[in-house]
Structures are given as C-alpha cells and as structure tokens.
C-alpha cells in the first residue's frame, strides 16, 4: 500500500464535519492564535484539520465562540454560521428577517474582495460589504425605494384577493378608481426610479 493510500485510510476524521469546518475556518494566518486560545499546539490543530484526529467535545465551545459561529455549525447540523443569539437580537432591533441578517453578517470582507478580483496587487481601499451596505442606508433614496416596494408589495397582495376590481368599490379607506394590480405597477416603477437615483448618486460620490 503506498504512502499517501495509507495517510489516507489513517485519517479517518477527514470527512467528519467538525474536521471539515475546522479546514474552513482555519488558516495559516490564525492558526497560531487559535491554537493558543484553546491551550493547545499548532501541530494538534492540524492534526484535527488533517482528519487524523478529533477535538474533544469539552473544547466545542471554545472553538464555537473563536470563530463567532454556533455549535450546530461546527458539527454540520446547520449551514448557519451566525450565532442564533446574536441574529436574534439584531432582528428584535432591526425588524430584519433572520435570512437578511446573515446575508449582511456574512457579506464578503475586503480582504475577501481583493482575493477575487484584485489577486496580488496592492491595497486599494478598505471599503468592504460593510461600508457598502451603511452608505445604502443612508441614502435617502434607499429609504424611498423601500418604502415604494412596500406599497407595492401591499398592492399586489391586495391584487390578489381582489382582482382587477377598482378599489372605490372596496369603501370609503380606498377610494380610487384604479384596481391594486395598477398601482403595484406604479409603485415598483417608482422604486426602480430612486434605485437608478441611489446608483447614480453612489456613483458621483465616489468619483
């Protein structure tokens, strides 16, 4: 049997999901902070990334709160790696779904962004995700095209239940003579117009 077919068959956690999650979340860049923060060696963690052997589930914990992920992740029971807690408490405050939350939590950091698109070349700017997502936030015209698609949003769920009916036969609150269905159009119009203004004004600001 060759070396590698041996190295192979003796690394009989490779697969597991604890190991395979470890190889994610460790890299040679932190490997030696990791390794001090659990009060182990660098070479008992690449023995876990290599599959040749397993953390103890006492150290499950620890690892879960280094890398700001949940248990439930670490062992492959999840493909959420954003604390339950954490995503609670920002959807409480936020209103946001739990899906948006851990869209943004996990959007691309800068580094990440230069890996992709930049390779090797030098430092640009330190403008991630991050600083993506606060100036739509802050944009006006963000908060009008939200508030467009809501109405329309509103219009086509009310569309549905009513039909092409002009809504001043539905009572006095809706006196238009107009069906829902029209206004979900004029309204996700609307929404793209201050989308195409939020872009352009993005735009000017960083040139």
Do not use: C
């Not at 620890?62 to 339950?84: C, M, Q, R, W």
């Amino acid at each position: 049997m060759s070396e590698n077919k041996k190295q192979t068959k003796e690394a009989k956690y490779y697969d597991h999901p604890l190991n395979s999650r470890l190889r994610e979340l460790v890299n040679k860049k932190n490997i030696a902070a990791f390794a001090e923060a659990l009060g182990v060696t660098q070479d008992a963690v690449r023995q876990w990334q290599a599959g040749y052997t397993r953390p103890d589930v006492d150290r499950l914990g620890k690892i879960a709160e280094h890398f700001g992920v949940t248990s439930d992740y670490l062992l492959g029971l999840s493909t959420d790696n954003i604390p339950d807690l954490d995503v609670r408490a920002i959807v409480e405050k936020t209103r946001l779904t739990k899906a948006a939350v851990s869209k943004i939590m996990s959007g691309r950091t800068i580094e990440q962004v230069k890996a992709v698109y930049l390779g090797e070349y030098e430092k640009i700017s330190d403008k991630g995700t991050g600083y993506a997502v606060s100036a739509l936030i802050e944009n006006d015209h963000f908060w009008s095209a939200v508030d467009h698609l809501a109405a329309a949003l509103f219009f086509e769920e009310l569309a549905k239940r009513l039909g092409d009916k002009p809504l001043i036969e539905q009572g006095p609150l809706l006196d238009f003579d107009m069906g829902a269905d029209k206004f979900a159009n004029i309204y996700w119009q609307m929404a793209k117009d201050k989308l195409s203004l939020l872009v352009e004004e993005m735009r000017h600001a960083e040139a």
